[in-house]
């Protein structure tokens, strides 16, 4: 065998090494999931109360978008950019159940991610979220202070 076809050889073997190593490579433990504003909606109506209803429902906008109006039921006002810092605030366990909501559902989207990043096992990102709920025509309510 010729050094060139050895080095071709070794080359294949080593790509061939690195492709498994990137396919087999474990992807995070935890990702956060979809929920649609009807699943939410339901979710909440299940509930007896506001404080009974089985998660954490976090508002990731701006407070000065939170002070316009909140889905009922939301327990927290925690900035996106501030979640990872902020996020023991929420006072949720690795087990329990937290859905993020925004404007659109893309900083709700970084914001779950970051806290799945973080341990917690079922986060879920509102599809659309505000702008989806209001389009549905479901009701909004004053921030609880």
Sequence with gaps: ?????????????????????????????????LLTVQQLKDGLAKAATPSSKGFFLIDVRSPEEHVSGVIPGTDVNIEYTEIKARHREIGAKPDDHIVVY???????????????????????NVAGSMNAWVDAGFPVTAPRR
Excluded at 4 to 28: D, S
Excluded at 102 to 124: F, K, M, P, W
């Design 102 to 124: 925004c404007q659109s559902g893309h900083r709700s989207n970084i914001a779950a991610e970051t806290l799945a990043d973080l341990g917690y096992r079922h986060v879920y």
């Design 1 to 33: 065998m010729t050094h060139h076809r050895l080095a071709l050889r070794i080359g294949a073997l080593l790509g061939m090494t690195l492709l498994c190593l990137v396919v087999n490579k474990p992807v995070g433990a935890h990702h956060s999931y």
